[in-house]
T-cell receptor
Framework: GDSVTQMEGPVTLSEEAFLTINCTYT??????LFWYVQYPGEGLQLLLK?????DKGSNKGFEATYRKETTSFHLEKGSVQVSDSAVYFC??????????????FGKGTHLIIQP | DTAVSQTPKYLVTQMGNDKSIKCEQN?????MYWYKQDSKKFLKIMFS???????INETVPNRFSPKSPDKAHLNLHINSLELGDSAVYFC??????????????FGPGTRLTVT
């Protein structure tokens, strides 16, 4: 079945540091890929997405590129802020034709940014 | 305007009780989902409903039953609650899309504690 593997946390960085959170996936078809963010005590918010190979998703300074050859979708940001502290989830969704496919999530990476 | 809302936000109850969690979306989406997030933050799909039809049921105990009175609502009923049911439950919705998978929009979550 489908699966998503992302780096274990917590990841602790200083403000303005460069961020990379690795994500790799296994899927039978051609999934769409997502990064969601969960701030403390809140629900999940879509951060960015990519629906086909070589697509780059970007939002709020975060970027991720759909790499089919390495089955990866690594999240990057050039300069993190304290407000970026949250749990980040990589996820995939395969389209089976019915349109009701659930998301398969990675285990989440807790990011802590220190001032 | 809240896109996906859930009630209650917190639910504390004793083993053996029956409880319900309500979910409503005002996005006009055709498909709604329930996810369970365990104590380690791992998220797993439980159910999805598409046009009032159950599409996915991922080996969830039959004590859990989703009920959709209309396209905008998907409630989760849980009978004979057990300690292991303690978790955060998230409702989500997505539009029907042909030819590609789309993102899902999540509610704020319901933290269920079974004592």
């Amino acid at each position: 079945g489908d699966s998503v593997t992302q780096m274990e946390g917590p990841v602790t960085l200083s403000e303005e540091a460069f961020l990379t959170i690795n994500c790799t996936y296994t899927a039978t078809g051609y999934p769409s890929l997502f990064w969601y963010v969960q701030y403390p005590g809140e629900g999940l918010q879509l951060l960015l997405k990519a629906t086909k190979a070589d697509d780059k998703g970007s939002n709020k300074g975060f970027e991720a590129t759909y790499r089919k050859e390495t089955t990866s979708f690594h999240l990057e940001k050039g300069s993190v802020q304290v407000s970026d502290s949250a749990v980040y989830f990589c996820a995939l969704r395969e389209y089976s034709g019915g349109g009701a496919d659930g998301l398969t999530f990675g285990k989440g990476t807790h990011l802590i940014i220190q001032p | 305007d809240t896109a996906v809302s859930q009630t209650p936000k917190y639910l504390v109850t004793q083993m053996g009780n029956d409880k319900s969690i309500k979910c409503e979306q005002n996005l006009g989406h055709d498909t709604m989902y329930w996810y369970k997030q365990d104590s380690k933050k791992f998220l797993k799909i439980m159910f999805s409903y598409n046009n009032k039809e159950l599409i996915i049921n991922e080996t969830v105990p039959n004590r859990f039953s989703p009920k959709s009175p209309d396209k905008a609502h998907l409630n989760l009923h849980i009978n004979s609650l057990e300690l292991g049911d303690s978790a955060v439950y998230f409702c989500a919705s997505s539009p029907m899309e042909g030819g590609g998978a789309g993102e899902q929009y999540f509610g704020p979550g319901t933290r269920l504690t079974v004592t």
